[in-house]
């Protein structure tokens, strides 16, 4: 009885619009974040290094310390290495990913805007009712 009652709670959470849009959200959110990655990886930032003299950004890297080599010249130990380039390479990512759902939200608020109806006019005050009854009668009068 108690598993039963917990798969309906379940399906009905589950089935509730919120989550669905949600799930539909990030799955967007997702395909988008790639598009935006490839954007910066394979466009902006090979130009940006071609603006500062061919500089390719994923292989900037400082070596902490230097690859170890065998007497046969194959790499016994591989150096270490901080690799500031690709973080400069995410970074561009997300400032780009953070612009663009910016300007998205931005829109979506200023298109919520115009669809709201415009508020409805006051009721007519006793005066105005009076008023509009007594031209009313002297139209029917003529």
């Not at 690799?83 to 298109?111: C, E, P, R, T, V």
């Amino acid at each position: 009885m108690g598993k039963s009652n917990f798969l309906q709670e379940f399906k009905a959470f589950a089935m509730k619009g919120n989550v669905i849009d949600m799930a539909i959200g990030i799955i967007i959110g997702g395909a988008f974040g790639k598009i935006v990655s490839s954007l910066v990886a394979d466009v902006i930032m090979p130009a940006i290094g071609v603006l500062f003299g061919g500089i390719n950004f994923k292989e900037l890297k400082w070596v902490i310390k230097d690859a170890v080599y065998g007497a046969n010249g194959k790499e016994i130990t591989a150096a270490a290495t901080l690799n500031y380039g690709n973080f400069l390479q995410s970074m561009f990512d997300f400032l780009i990913i953070a612009f663009a759902i910016f300007i998205f939200i931005k829109l979506i608020i200023k298109m919520s805007k115009k669809n709201e109806e415009a508020p409805t006019p006051p009721a007519p005050s006793k005066e105005e009712n009076l008023l509009s009854e007594i031209r009313d009668i002297l139209k029917e009068k003529r």
